[in-house]
Structure formats: C-alpha cells, structure tokens
C-alpha cells in the first residue's frame, strides 16, 4: 500500500520559514514526479511546486516563486518543501502527492496527473 507522509507543518510568524517533509517507500519513491499542493480554506486546491524523479527539473506556481524550494533526497525516499518569507496567504493544508506515471522529464503541472496523496500537513501563519 502507497503511503506519503507529511511533517513539518506548524504555526508560523509572518516573515519566518517552515521546511516540509514527505516521506514515501523506495520502490514507489524512485522514478515519480512529486508535488507539493495546498488548499486554504474556502479555497480549491492548488499546485505549489513540483520535481521530477530526477531533481533536475521544478516547477512553482508565481506565488511562491522565489520564496519556497523544492527537493528531494531519493536515497532517503524524501521530498522537501523548504518556506520562506512567508505571509497569511501561505496559511493552508499542505499535501504532498506523487504522479501516476514514471520517469516524465518534466513535472506534470495537472492535478490529475497525481494519483497518490498524503494525509496533509497544517501551515499556519500569523501576522
């Protein structure tokens, strides 16, 4: 059974950073695009950033170019979300998730291309 496992979400100043974590098992890890989604409340979800299998290519939406890096570790099955510079409008559930197919060269930056979620993880930003 697939499971993503997400930490690192919490309670934030504005301005300070936050760094997620999702974890996953080595055979489905290896060869997926992973993404970073968020929906806000009263919000639908949306893309955030996205890697592909190899690092060498991310994806982010415009607003968080600039402020949040993806990466991933594939010798640990970990993908990253380091947050910075962070602002009210980054206050949402963040889900990590994982593309259906293997080995794209880019990231897929259609949700329906990522068949597999995690539980989410709650960012909270105050002012």
């Known amino acids: 059974q697939v499971q993503l496992v997400e930490s690192g979400g919490g309670l934030v100043q504005a301005g300070g950073s936050l760094r997620l974590s999702c974890a996953s098992s080595?055979?489905?890890?290896?060869?997926?695009?992973m993404g970073w989604f968020r929906q806000a409340p009263g919000k639908e979800r949306g893309l955030v950033a996205a890697?592909?299998?190899?690092?060498?290519?991310?994806y982010y939406a415009d607003a968080v170019k600039g402020r949040f890096t993806i990466s991933r570790d594939n010798a640990k099955n970990t993908m990253y979300l380091q947050m910075s510079g962070l602002n009210r409008e980054d206050t949402a559930v963040y889900y990590c998730?994982?593309?259906?197919?293997?080995?794209?060269?880019?990231?897929?930056?259609?949700?329906?291309?990522?068949?597999?979620w995690g539980q989410g993880t709650q960012v909270t930003v105050s002012s």
């Open positions: 998730a994982a593309d259906s197919g293997l080995y794209r060269d880019s990231p897929s930056g259609l949700q329906t291309d990522y068949d597999y």
């Open positions: 080595g055979p489905f890890f290896r060869g997926r695009t």
């Open positions: 890697i592909s299998w190899s690092g060498l290519s991310t």
